[in-house]
């Protein structure tokens, strides 16, 4: 056997021992934690981190409000200064109204079962301060947040697997998600524009901004230290002048460049100019858009910065809502502190880089640089659900301290007594005020939608979160990797965004991306690529950089023949562009070498100088919500990180074959990086077309596999569980790392590839009876019943229905499946109407029951009895777990890991099964045309690895790549099987079940593990031959679930036609749907106007066109059996011509309709 | 039926293990041999646990789930000829005349996991035909325990309190409804192992001699000789079998018992066909029609033989 093929193994008693006695130090899969560290380090972020986590961060840049006591005009009043200093939250514990209990700790599987929230309490220490005098704090509490599990405000933090089973938690519990209302919620992780980094963009929309605006731009995402961000964008104006833009609480502000320059420091156009052109004096283009530049601002006559910052401030009062004991000058100071470059502390800073991107923006227009690709990893960013989170939250805050000020202006504007003074009015303001901004964030995680004052710099409102599924493990695991491109460019029509970009090598997943609507937007993480949670330590890089030669950044240097070197947008200094490569490539020794005070995972983004390409430069980042990824560097043979700004720009060998010396710097730790955990399962993925390992993404997410050794402790609405699941013998190793064996997926299983009887056409496949009655397949759904007595009653009133029999008489046969508490009997079958639970309504004094509604025969699994959340009321909750048996019947749905799905069409007992010389017999039967056009090669390899495995009792590796050209796959399994006996290519003769005659040639068979899909007939079948109907227009109803039907529309009325099939479309259009007989009057044609008369004692009633009939004047002429009488009495004669047709019940309808706009219709009825 | 053989099949046992028996048949039509590897596969009857009432179930394992479980659960059936079918037999559900009782009643005590095997399965039914000074090893309806340790198969694991207590209902019944009847495990079955008959087509890269692997059955017919023509009338002469017993009954039982099922079958047919023989012959003469010795067909196109 070639020694490259490493074997797995089964670890059978290895695994047996974790799931016995579990770890009680450290998890027995540390990949697994790694898998979900986006979510829980970016959560930690919030609280924890340098000056007190981004929450203290946050409410430092809110900073101070002002409000005054007075609205007169001329006196200001009393001056109070308000701000939050400290933001911390809780750890979940149970509320304060509980006296009794001991254990105040809250743990998540609680609240799954009760179905309530995870969460602890926000409390915002808030100080004020009146006219400027010490200042005082109160502790506000502000509602109850929900908290990340497995985070730093989670009770599960660092507990080992032993003491998370003793939690009623998974042992290998990675949190990452958030409990809301008893459903598992995760922010999905979004992608944005990389921060800090100028792009140049050619956008069309551009143009439209206004007159003379071009589609020429550079915008910048600039992010302050607290994770929320601030788009800058600079337009190119086609007669050379730029202007800045950016929004600021959904509104959009457009300003002349030149104006932030001079606000920014005190500066004279000689500078701005020297700034942006440098030495290149003779680049006419460039100075005499800058000679235009400058000449254009004279017109404000504003030179001084004081002047600049006066008129902005004078523009921008309103919009920030500075108070009148603010000069014009400081609110011209807070827009460029909040708006300009917010990355940035340092007005010089801020002005060097505002420069560099009006130079950027020229090179663009001028065509000495290309424009960057939004859509390319390389300018994207992840935004984390914890920094998100904390963004709401910041807002929320902000949001509370303005409802504080509405508040005390309001109670000035109506004259009501303020005094800052006095302690009890502040508490007064308090009460009526919103403080509940827990509230908020439960609706936000509830609903996904982004209720916002700002729209936090995002370019959608809603779908910020999805629901942690557990259907099975596989796709639970797959949320966390989870990476969406944003909805808005859902809608857009072009392809360009979806596009897989070379780009994204190593960080986004080739292979893992639905097909269909979302495809190419929703993506998922290859499974090596970290995303960075914290910034790293780059305090010494300044100084290491001046030694290694990089110029001041005040020095006169500007434009692409210069490399500007920028640490995270901020520019660090001016080196010639040779220099630049000595520098990225020492500062790349020194960080992978370590100890030169450089972090392993800093970015050093060298892009060269080229003609025409990316703009030049060294552009470093350190910072946190970066993509990066571990790759080996071979002059040092050790572990570096890479991120997708350089990634292009460098030189990695993905196999350590084709490393050519001088060219290549790094080496791929493993081919298999590049795709992402689920991916990485599809076996032999490598010999399949790729479009089927895309499918087996997708199905391996919808399998019925196991979703959690835990289930006993939750309470889902729906959880599918195979019960024989078994650990597949041909696996990628990354499998068993992963530890996935702990939730298996499916079944191992001797699959024939035969056309057989031929009820394997068409994706159909045949399952062995034997097999299925031996357990094959067999798998459970678990449904939760809510039962729910507080629904009974209005909020408030006082509790009238109480669980259990009451003294009155009830029908015996209830006690089938209650027991004598009134609750379910463990075990019991339930059909539908039976009851599921029994109550004694107090204020009827009789018992009463609910009802199990699905027409499934279910079993009571299990009966939990929920308190509510303070423990002081008596019982009206409760959750009753049923168990329904989905035993594999015909219709279900089955897949192998190749994208091969099929539907099982027939069970053909043991005795008609094609059998071989010893007696083995197929599980599953397939149809050999389900190859040439899909070309699976992989299934073909798996079915022969399982074969090998299962011979020689050993599991096989079926990692990507580990084959070659001279060793082959085939080969190598293939000699296993010639070992045990067999025929080298896997075939063996096979004798018919029913004749017992040598099938005419031998038939690929071999073990394959095969995975039972949750589509399952029973959910989806519907029939029905009558049933209810639409009362308004005696159609047929429509949906499953009311036992409607399905609507034969003009598409298949059209083929009814085109088939000649008349017979066949009155059945369906009138006689199976709205058939009616009604009466209609042969004279004057009307369906309206014939009615029942009523009888004589004696007689039958008969029908009359009352239209048509005459009332009978007293005394006048009339024939017996002529006369007829109404409901009223009222006699009439004639009107007898009248006949029964049958017509849909609609043109009664619409005749009826018709009739009340005045318009008659009218039925020419032959014969008379 | 072939009478290419006026002896009939002749039969070679080559080995017989503790659970199988391996045996060459020679002298028999294809179809026979397929008839009779169908029956020992799927109309043997035997005994099968096929209703279970549970009492107490609090171990992790749904009722549902311990049910199918004890349904495979093979159980001694030499003596199954003794009951009824139940569908044969005039009680209402079932009786001691067509069912065998057995009792699980286990209850965890300890810290340690209990572990409930098969061997902890009772027989509760006296049946007259259980010889019980013979060791147990014939009685109607005892759980198979053929392991070093005799516990059988593991039915269920129970953890501290956890109690496990039911009655199962053994009845008889055939594969053919439900795969737990089944008395066998694979079997084995195959002819000409040189392919003289071209029944099939090896598929090969290059040769296919050299690449598929020989039958260990070539050794007992003659290979074939170079450039000997193909003989197009040749037929199946020739059969290997490997009988597995899955437990429930010996593998002698089981070819014993599967002969026995396909004569009565094929006797059931005779009879049958005898029958329609004779109404068909009685209409005949009611129309005057020309009567026909027996053994013929009313209707001519059709051709038994």
């Known amino acids: 056997m070639p020694s490259t093929v490493a074997t797995a193994s089964f670890n059978t008693l290895k695994r047996e021992e974790i799931f016995r006695n579990p770890p009680k130090d450290k998890s027995a899969w540390p990949l697994l934690k790694q898998a979900v560290a986006p979510h829980v380090g970016s959560f930690n972020a919030l609280m924890d981190g340098p000056d007190g986590g981004l929450l203290n961060l946050a409410v430092k840049d809110i900073g101070t409000k002002t409000v005054f006591d007075s609205n007169e005009v001329g006196r200001l009043g009393n001056k109070f200064n308000f701000r939050i200093a400290e933001v911390q939250i809780t750890k979940p514990a149970v509320s304060a109204k509980d006296k009794t209990t001991v254990n105040r700790r809250v743990f998540p599987s609680e609240c799954r079962e009760r179905m309530s929230s995870y969460r602890s309490r926000l409390i915002l220490?808030?100080?004020?301060?009146?006219?400027?005098?010490?200042?005082?704090?109160?502790?506000?509490?502000?509602?109850?947040?929900?908290?990340?599990?497995?985070?730093?405000?989670?009770?599960?933090?660092?507990?080992?697997?032993?003491?998370?089973?003793?939690h009623k938690e998974e042992s290998e519990e990675l949190g990452g998600y958030f409990v809301v209302n008893g459903i598992e919620k995760l922010i999905r992780l979004l992608i944005v524009q990389r921060r800090n980094h100028p792009m140049a963009i050619i956008r069309p929309s551009f143009v439209g901004r206004g007159a003379s605006y071009s589609h020429f731009g550079v915008q910048i995402r600039s992010v302050r230290p607290d994770q929320t961000s601030q788009t800058n964008v600079l337009h190119y104006l086609n007669d050379g002048n730029v202007t800045f833009r950016f929004a600021w609480r959904k509104n959009e502000y457009l300003i002349p460049v030149v104006m932030i320059l001079k606000a920014l420091i005190e500066t004279n156009d000689r500078e701005i100019f020297d700034g942006i052109v440098g030495t290149e004096t003779s680049n006419s283009f460039l100075t005499d858009r800058l000679e235009l530049l400058l000449r254009t601002y004279k017109s404000y006559n504003l030179y001084l910065k004081q002047d600049t910052l006066a008129y902005l401030g004078d523009k921008f009062r309103i919009v920030f809502g500075a108070t009148p004991d603010v000069s014009d000058i400081d609110v011209g100071k807070e827009v460029l502190q909040r708006i300009v470059l917010v990355h940035l502390k340092d007005n010089k800073e801020k002005f060097r880089t505002l420069l560099f991107m009006v130079r950027k923006l020229y090179a663009l227009v001028a065509g000495d640089c290309c424009p960057d690709n939004p859509d390319a990893a390389q300018h994207q960013e992840i935004l984390l659900g914890g920094f998100l989170y904390g963004m709401i939250i910041k807002e929320k805050i902000d949001e509370y301290l303005q409802g504080f000020k509405a508040q005390v202006?309001?109670?000035?504007?109506?004259?009501?007594?303020?005094?800052?003074?006095?302690?009890?009015?502040?508490?007064?303001?308090?009460?009526?005020?919103?403080?509940?901004?827990?509230?908020?964030l439960q609706y936000f995680l509830s609903t996904g939608n982004l209720v916002s004052q700002s729209g936090l710099d995002l370019q959608q409102v809603s779908g910020y979160t999805v629901v942690a599924e557990k259907i099975n493990f596989h796709r639970f695991i797959s949320h966390f990797r989870m990476v969406h491109r944003g909805s808005f460019f859902a809608q857009l029509k072009t392809t360009t965004v979806r596009k897989l970009l070379p780009e994204s090598w190593g960080f986004l997943c080739p292979v893992h991306t639905p097909d269909g609507s979302p495809c190419g937007l929703l993506n998922h993480l290859a499974h090596k690529c970290i995303i960075k949670t914290s910034a790293s330590d780059v305090s010494h890089l300044p100084t290491i950089l001046k030694q290694l030669g990089v110029g001041s950044p005040d020095m006169l240097a500007a434009g692409p023949s210069k490399c500007c070197v920028q640490l995270d947008g901020q520019i660090m200094g001016w080196t010639s562009h040779e220099n630049a490569r000595r520098v990225a490539d020492v500062l790349r020794y020194w960080k992978v070498e370590g100890g030169h005070n450089i972090?392993?995972?800093?970015?050093?983004?060298?892009?060269?100088?080229?003609?025409?390409?990316?703009?030049?430069?060294?552009?470093?980042?350190?910072?946190?919500?970066?993509?990066?990824?571990?790759?080996k560097y071979l002059p040092l043979d050790k572990e570096d990180f890479v991120g997708p700004f350089e990634q292009p720009y460098m030189n990695i060998a993905v196999t350590p074959d084709e490393i050519t010396s001088d060219i290549h710097s790094h080496v791929e730790f493993s081919p298999t990086n590049i795709l992402s955990i689920l991916a990485n399962m599809t076996p032999f993925s490598d010999f399949n077309q790729s479009p089927r390992n895309m499918y087996q993404c997708q199905m391996g997410k919808q399998t019925m596999g196991t979703p959690g050794t835990a289930t006993v402790h939750r309470s889902d609405n729906k959880i599918y569980r195979l019960q024989s699941g078994q650990s597949p013998i041909v696996r990628a190793n990354l499998y068993d790392e992963y530890g996935l064996d702990s939730f298996p997926n499916g079944t191992n299983a001797v699959v024939a590839v035969i056309s057989y009887t031929g009820y394997d056409m068409d994706d159909a496949m045949i399952l062995n009876k034997s097999s299925h009655e031996r357990g094959f397949g067999y798998g459970s759904v678990y449904k939760?019943?809510?039962?729910?007595?507080?629904?009974?009653?209005?909020?408030?009133?006082?509790?009238?229905?109480?669980?259990?029999?009451?003294?009155?008489?009830?029908?015996?046969?209830?006690?089938e499946t209650l027991d004598a508490d009134g609750l379910p009997i463990i075990g019991a079958r339930l059909q539908e109407g039976d009851p599921i639970a029994a109550y004694f309504d107090e204020t009827l004094g009789k018992t009463k029951v609910m009802l199990y509604k699905s027409h499934e025969t279910a079993y009571v699994e299990e009966v939990k009895l929920l308190g509510d959340d303070a423990g002081e009321n008596e019982l009206q909750n409760l959750t009753v777990k049923l168990r329904i048996t989905r035993s594999p019947i015909i219709g279900d749905k089955?897949?192998?890991?190749?994208?091969?799905?099929?539907?099982?069409?027939?069970?053909?007992?043991?005795?008609?099964?094609?059998?071989?010389?010893?007696?083995?017999?197929?599980?599953?039967?397939?149809n050999p045309h389900a190859f040439p056009s899909r070309m699976t090669i992989g299934m073909f390899v798996e079915s022969l690895a399982g074969k090998a495995g299962a011979l020689h009792g050993m599991a096989h590796d079926a990692t990507p790549w580990k084959f070659t050209e001279e060793n082959t796959a085939a080969n190598y399994f293939g000699e296993q099987l010639k070992e045990a006996g067999y025929n080298y290519h896997g075939n063996e003769p096979m004798y018919s079940g029913v004749t017992g005659e040598e099938l005419r040639c031998d038939i690929y068979i071999g073990l394959v593990y095969y995975q039972r899909l949750r589509h399952m007939v029973n959910d989806k079948f519907q029939v029905r031959s009558t049933g209810p109907v639409n009362s308004l227009t005696m159609q047929p109803v429509?949906?499953?679930?009311?036992?409607?039907?399905?609507?034969?529309?003009?598409?298949?009325?059209?083929?009814?036609?085109?088939?000649?099939?008349?017979?066949?479309?009155?059945?369906?259009?009138?006689?199976?749907?709205?058939?009616?007989?009604?009466?209609?009057?042969?004279?004057?044609?009307?369906?309206?106007?014939?009615?029942?008369?009523?009888?004589?004692?004696?007689?039958?009633?008969?029908?009359?066109c009352r239209r048509c009939a005459t009332k009978l004047v007293p005394g006048g002429p009339f024939e017996e059996g002529q006369l007829w009488e109404d409901g009223q009495g009222t006699k009439f004669v004639g009107g007898e011509n009248t006949s029964t047709i049958a017509i849909p019940f609609v043109l009664k309808y619409l005749d009826s309709e018709l009739a009340a706009m005045g318009i008659k219709m009218r039925f020419n009825v032959e014969p008379k | 039926m072939n009478r290419s053989s006026e002896q009939g099949p002749e039969v070679t046992i080559r080995r017989v293990g503790r659970e199988d028996v391996d045996?060459?048949?020679?002298?028999?039509?294809?179809?026979?041999?397929?008839?009779?590897?169908?029956?020992?596969?799927?109309?043997?009857?035997?005994?099968?646990?096929?209703?279970?009432?549970?009492?107490?179930?609090?171990?992790?394992?749904?009722?549902?789930?311990?049910?199918?479980?004890?349904?495979?659960?093979?159980?001694e059936s030499t003596l199954v000829d003794n009951l009824l079918f139940t569908r044969d037999c005039d009680c209402d559900q079932y009786c001691d005349k067509c069912s065998v009782e057995l009792m699980l009643s286990a209850r965890c005590t300890t810290d340690a996991t209990m572990d409930v095997y098969t061997r902890d399965l009772m027989v509760t039914t006296v049946s007259q035909y259980n010889n019980y000074d013979n060791n147990n090893n014939n009685n109607l309806g005892q759980p198979i325990c053929n392991d070093q340790e005799g516990k059988g198969i593991l039915i269920c694991k129970l953890r501290k309190h956890q109690e496990l207590r039911l009655k199962c209902v053994a009845k008889k019944g055939i594969a053919k409804e439900h795969a737990k009847w089944s008395p066998t495990a694979a079997m084995g079955f195959e002819y000409d192992p040189w392919n003289k008959l071209r029944h099939t087509d090896y598929w090969y890269e290059e040769d296919a001699n050299e690449e598929w692997p020989k039958s260990a059955n070539c050794d007992w017919e003659e290979p074939p000789r170079e450039n000997e023509p193909f003989d197009y009338n040749a037929k199946p002469n020739q059969y290997y079998f490997t009988v597995e017993s899955a437990g429930s009954l010996k593998q002698h039982d089981i070819v014993m018992r599967g002969i026995d099922v396909l004569q009565k079958k094929l006797a059931g047919i005779i009879f049958e066909l005898k029958v329609l023989d004779e109404t068909s012959e009685k209409s005949r003469l009611d129309t005057e029609f020309q009567g026909t010795a027996y053994g013929q067909t009313p209707n001519p196109e059709y051709n038994w033989n």
């Open chain 1, 125 to 166: 220490k808030f100080a004020w301060s009146v006219n400027d005098g010490p200042e005082q704090f109160e502790y506000r509490e502000a509602g109850t947040v929900p908290i990340m599990l497995a985070s730093n405000r989670c009770h599960l933090e660092n507990m080992s697997p032993a003491d998370m089973v003793a």
């Open chain 1, 409 to 440: 202006t309001s109670d000035v504007n109506r004259k009501m007594a303020v005094n800052f003074e006095d302690k009890k009015y502040i508490s007064k303001v308090f009460m009526k005020i919103n403080e509940n901004i827990g509230q908020k």
């Open chain 1, 599 to 631: 972090p392993t995972d800093l970015e050093i983004g060298l892009v060269p100088l080229s003609h025409g390409g990316q703009y030049p430069g060294l552009f470093l980042f350190s910072q946190s919500a970066r993509m990066v990824r571990p790759v």
């Open chain 1, 784 to 815: 939760v019943e809510k039962v729910d007595l507080s629904q009974k009653r209005r909020r408030g009133d006082p509790i009238t229905c109480h669980f259990g029999f009451g003294q009155d008489s009830w029908p015996e046969q209830w006690r």
């Open chain 1, 894 to 926: 089955f897949s192998s890991r190749h994208g091969q799905k099929g539907v099982c069409s027939q069970k053909w007992g043991a005795v008609d099964l094609p059998f071989t010389e010893t007696g083995m017999q197929p599980d599953i039967i397939i």
């Open chain 1, 1038 to 1104: 429509k949906g499953r679930k009311r036992s409607g039907g399905i609507r034969v529309g003009e598409m298949e009325r059209d083929a009814f036609i085109g088939h000649g099939t008349a017979f066949l479309l009155q059945d369906r259009l009138l006689n199976c749907s709205d058939y009616t007989q009604v009466n209609v009057c042969t004279d004057c044609g009307s369906l309206l106007t014939p009615q029942s008369t009523v009888p004589r004692i004696g007689a039958q009633s008969k029908i009359r």
């Open chain 2, 23 to 75: 045996f060459v048949v020679k002298d028999m039509d294809l179809a026979l041999a397929n008839s009779f590897r169908r029956v020992m596969i799927g109309e043997i009857p035997t005994l099968a646990i096929d209703l279970v009432e549970i009492e107490i179930n609090t171990s992790v394992l749904a009722d549902e789930f311990i049910a199918h479980r004890l349904g495979l659960i093979p159980l």
